[in-house]
């Protein structure tokens, strides 16, 4: 059973960037597709990005295209979601999920999920 944990969270000011980690333990990571979505408060849970194994392709939704970007290191088992440009409207909780299917996983059908990382964009 794979494990993830995030990392990266933080304070920052408008406009700053963020990576956010995604680590993985257990199973063979490199064979999920392994999502981003973030929760404000308040708020529903909503996609952010998620990228699919073996292709690599990625997703985005509206809001942060242009402006994230994600990425995988299978040799590390780390998903990366970098942030540019960010505003306080990103300010979130943000977990990483991990399914074997891409579809399922931008639906936020995930199977696992982290614990969360807290991402704080002051204006």
């Known amino acids: 059973q794979v494990q993830l944990v995030e990392s990266g969270g933080g304070l920052v000011q408008t406009g700053d960037s963020l990576r956010l980690s995604c680590a993985a333990s257990g199973r063979t990571f490199s064979e999920y597709a392994v999502g981003w979505f973030r929760q404000a408060p308040g708020k529903e849970r909503e996609f952010v990005a998620a990228?699919?194994?073996?292709?690599?392709?990625?997703y985005y939704s509206d809001s942060v295209r242009g402006r994230f970007t994600i990425s995988r290191d299978n040799a590390k088992n780390t998903v990366y979601l970098q942030m540019n440009s960010l505003k306080p409207e990103d300010t979130a909780h943000y977990y990483c999920?991990?399914?074997?299917?891409?579809?399922?996983?931008?639906?936020?059908?995930?199977?696992?999920w982290g614990q969360g990382t807290l991402v704080t964009v002051s204006s």
């Open positions: 999920g991990a399914d074997p299917v891409i579809s399922d996983v931008r639906m936020g059908w995930v199977s696992i």
């Open positions: 990228i699919d194994w073996g292709d690599d392709d990625t």
